[in-house]
């Protein structure tokens, strides 16, 4: 059964390092998100991604954030300075175009 | 906007039983869809079932189903005949008219689900 990867599993970073958290999305969808849950939180919707451009954005994308499909598989988060906050596991989902499916997730931790 | 709501931040079931977690909704889309996921421990995001808001019949996969009632903006989940492994947090969530770009979930805060021997 297709599934969405991603790596890592785990990253561990220190304040003011860029991370860049990567994703494979389920091959035949073309629909792309992040999503963040800060532990014991809800899920928050990111970032949308269709047609190599962004669709939608929360008021959490900030200009610290950012995506990118390099190629015909991969879909990245980059975080060029993280924060203590920014601590929290980060999901990426595909679709094509209704059914959600998501990733494993990254957990992120900020030092 | 979106919004769900999950009043029930913890629920007990015993193996073998069946559990309704609930879920209402707010939206002024005509046209939206509604989803629950499992969490379990491991913290991965597991997609349990989808219903459109024009679709008729409840949305079933397996032991799980979806009781939709749009005038009441409840999407309840019913799991028939608990398992242990169902011990999980579980999330409703929505997008709203998909307009032919990607369209975002809004998440409730869970409900977590302890099937019990």
């Known amino acids: 059964e297709p599934e969405v990867t991603q790596t890592p599993s785990h990253q561990v970073t220190q304040m003011g390092q860029e991370v860049i958290l990567r994703c494979v999305p389920i091959?035949?969808?073309?629909?792309f998100y992040w999503y963040r849950q800060i532990l014991g939180q809800k899920v928050e919707f990111l970032v949308s991604f269709y047609n190599n451009e962004i669709s939608e954005k929360s008021e959490i994308f900030d200009d610290q954030f950012s995506v990118e499909r390099p190629d015909g598989s991969n879909f990245t988060l980059k975080i060029r300075s993280t924060k203590l906050e920014d601590s929290a596991m980060y999901f990426c989902a595909s679709s094509d175009p209704y059914e959600q499916y998501f990733g494993p997730g990254t957990r992120l931790t900020v030092t | 906007a979106q919004k769900i709501t999950q009043t029930q931040p913890g629920m007990f079931v015993q193996e073998k039983e069946a559990v309704t977690l609930d879920c209402t909704y707010d939206?002024?889309?005509?046209?939206?869809?509604l989803f629950w996921y499992k969490q379990p421990s491991s913290g991965e995001m597991i997609f349990l079932i989808y219903q459109g808001s024009y679709d008729e019949q409840n949305a079933t996969e397996g032991r799980y189903s979806l009781n939709f009632q749009k005038a009441r903006k409840s999407a309840n989940l019913v799991i028939s005949a608990s398992q242990l492994g169902d011990s999980a947090m579980y999330f409703c969530a929505m997008r709203g008219t998909f307009t032919g770009t990607a369209s975002k979930l809004t998440f409730g805060t869970g409900t977590r689900l302890q099937v019990t021997l």
């Open positions: 939206t002024s889309d005509q046209s939206y869809g």
């Open positions: 091959s035949n969808h073309l629909y």
